[in-house]
């Protein structure tokens, strides 16, 4: 088992190891829906969502299920992700139609967002409890909030200002993020 | 709509397959061949990982063993030998009662010098780091309380940064040198000269501090255990190995 | 759809469709493995195993896969094989599996994947989409290189852990950190970009003084 603090577990999924400018995870949203702000935000939320139910379905099957057949686990992971996603698709579509076409077709992405089955993976490596993978799980979706919001700030700040022709597209986008953590590095020092 | 299909479907259920799921429908696929394709599938998949895994794990289980054995005669220096013990019921032990897994006791090993007398212990202990858990072994001595050595099993700290807590070598050999416990990190230059202190590494003050509180944390729950007194280990020969 | 050649299948994915510097798939492991050549090899290697596994059982199986559970039916098929090179990684390379560590897992969710099985695999003979499959996992083996030898050359002044510059060098250690990945690729593709625009432009500067 693992005895960090609540506390320590938040800050560091949220800032320090953020997931998405620290550890790459989630890389598809944040490069595909970080041009305006209002969507960002709005994926950012969808994902601390799923991130907080996957969180505790890995906590489930890590209890009960894999103690025994450990080496399972990725096919269980992944499986219990996509039916998840699914599940969540279909409770927002029949509860809030109105939400369910603002998040398109991102809802679905998210089977293969890699910040969501890495979750599951690094909450199982670090052996963390119940509620220490729900801290988890919410830092690290305020995280990628954080780092989609950020994003997106600035690529729509960049979009009035006169950008080479070579460097319009990902190329200035990768550019960005670097930077940004970079920023993020200074981060590590407060913990 | 396969929802519940696919939360069953995670590859170890039963083998009470359909018989065809070749059922020639085309157009309207039943729910039935649904469920039948994916518990093929899953039943074929669990399958294959569980043989891969009865191949592969004698080979991942002696190699760790392998370097368990490494990593401890290093942390022990001038150890001649030495014995796994298990914590059963609060009290070390040679041996786990019978019908448990081996994986499901904490140990420590004892090594003994060429008396045959207790002259290291070797902890291993792993706490969550700067990324990841960082999983070390140390010794020390049981009589002085001094350390005797300490060794990174795993770690996946930040490259360049954190991973210098086994890359460093000023710091690692300050385990070496027989510092007392319980130990303190202090900044580089700012400590005051105590038998317990030791330096962090600039840039890596998480990491390192990491590794002193794994150490610290280890005695705090073994000293009273061991305090209690290590039962007698059989003497063996020199050449022979004890078990892992 | 386009009829191709079977050189075309296997050339595609190599260069003119690479999955990481033109598709941008993939991108997870592409940037967070990439901290050295040898490590970047290994994650290749890994994504080679599978993805090659996972288009021959996918091609060859596609009959039997209804058209509703295709997905689930892929992601389960990718996940076993990652399974399987996750112990057999961890049994004959133990090192690299430790380095490595989590993002052997993560292979599961690698779009790139996922992407072939879908787009080609399941509308092709097992034949072509082997062919495929080697080229994807070739053009994915080249990114990662040459991520993995700019990052490792500049941030550690070695190569394959063969010292390069001797002991004056002071490496730039931002760039086998996070922050280094996202710029090192980000590089590389604005010099792609550079040569495909002077391209262009020699192009029609000749279409111009021709007629």
Same mark, same amino acid.
């Given at each position: 088992m693992n005895d960090q603090t609540l506390f320590s577990i938040f800050f560091s999924a949220m800032?320090?190891?953020? @997931?998405?400018?620290?550890? @790459?995870?989630?890389l598809c949203p944040f490069m595909g829906v970080s041009a305006r702000v209002e969507t960002a935000l709005r994926m950012g939320l969808a994902n601390i969502f799923v991130l907080v139910l996957t969180s505790l379905s890995a906590w489930v099957l890590n209890t009960f299920i894999l103690e025994s057949v450990p080496y399972l686990r990725i096919i269980s992971f992944i499986i219990v992700v996509a039916s998840l996603v699914q599940i969540v698709e279909m409770a927002v579509k029949k509860l809030s139609p109105t939400l369910f076409r603002q998040l398109g077709i991102f809802l679905p992405l998210m089977t293969t967002n890699c910040a969501i089955f890495g979750l599951a993976i690094f909450q199982t490596n670090r052996g963390y409890g119940f509620f220490q993978g729900l801290t988890f799980a919410v830092g690290a979706g305020l995280g990628l909030t954080l780092a989609l919001v950020l994003m997106a700030s600035i690529r729509e700040s960049v979009e009035f200002s006169d950008v080479p022709e070579i460097a319009k597209g990902t190329g200035l986008v990768l550019i960005i993020a670097g930077t940004l953590s970079m920023a993020f590095m200074g981060f590590a020092g407060l913990l | 709509m396969n929802e519940e299909i696919m939360k069953e479907d995670? =590859?170890?259920?039963?083998? +009470? !397959?359909?018989? +065809?799921?070749?059922?020639? !429908?085309?157009?309207?696929?039943s729910t039935f061949r649904l469920v039948a394709t994916l518990a093929v599938a899953g039943a074929l998949a669990g399958l294959l990982i569980v043989l891969v895994n009865q191949h592969t794990k004698p080979i991942i289980d002696k190699y760790k063993a392998e370097q368990l054995k490494i990593a401890v005669y290093e942390v022990l220096p001038g150890v001649e030998r030495y014995s796994t013990y298990y914590l059963v019921n609060d009290r070390l032990s040679l041996n786990i009662p019978e =019908?448990?897994?081996? +994986?499901?006791y904490r140990r420590i090993y004892v090594g003994y010098d060429i008396l045959d007398e207790v002259s290291g212990i070797a902890i291993s202990r792993g706490e969550s780091g700067f990324q990841d858990v960082v999983q070390i072994i140390f010794g020390f001595n049981p009589t002085t309380g001094k350390l005797s050595g300490m060794k990174v099993l795993d770690s996946k700290e930040t490259p360049g940064l954190g991973d210098k807590i086994f890359k460093d070598m000023a710091f690692v050999k300050q385990f070496f040198a027989g510092p007392e416990t319980p130990l303190i990190g202090v900044k580089i230059g700012a400590g005051k000269g105590k038998p317990n202190e030791i330096d962090t590494i600039t840039g890596a003050t998480i990491s390192s501090k990491v590794v002193i509180d794994i150490i610290n944390h280890a005695l705090e729950e073994w000293r009273p255990v061991i305090d209690r007194g290590i039962p007698k280990a059989p003497v063996v020969s020199k050449f022979e190995e004890t078990k892992q | 759809m386009r009829k191709t050649t079977p050189s075309q299948d296997f050339i595609r994915g190599i260069w003119n469709e690479n999955p990481v510097l033109i598709q941008m798939l993939g991108l997870c492991p592409a940037l967070a493995v990439t901290n050295s050549v040898k490590n970047a090899l290994a994650m290749s290697a890994a994504t080679f195993f599978v993805i090659c596994c996972s288009s021959v059982l996918v091609s060859s199986c596609k009959r039997f896969i209804p058209n509703e559970v295709r997905i689930s039916a892929y992601i389960l098929v990718i996940a076993t094989f990652v399974t399987l090179a996750d112990m057999l990684l961890q049994a004959y390379a133990p090192v690299q599996h430790k380095e490595l560590g989590a993002f052997i897992a993560l292979i599961v969710v690698n779009c790139m994947i996922l992407g072939r099985q879908e787009a080609f695999s399941a509308k092709n003979n097992v034949y072509r989409s082997l062919l495929d499959a080697i080229g994807t996992g070739i053009g994915f083996t080249i990114a990662l290189v040459m991520m993995g030898g700019f990052r490792e050359i500049l941030g550690t002044g070695s190569f394959l852990e063969y010292s390069l510059f001797g002991a004056n060098f002071e490496p730039w250690v931002i760039m086998v950190l996070p922050a280094g990945g996202f710029l090192t690729l980000g590089f590389i593709l604005l010099a792609m970009g550079f040569v495909e625009q002077r391209k262009k432009t020699k192009t029609t500067l000749t279409a111009e003084q021709s007629p």
């Open positions: 800032v320090v190891n953020n @997931f998405t400018l620290a550890m @790459f995870l989630g | 995670t =590859g170890t259920h039963d083998p +009470s !397959l359909p018989e +065809s799921p070749e059922t020639p !429908l085309k157009e309207t696929v =019908g448990n897994k081996d +994986s499901d | -």
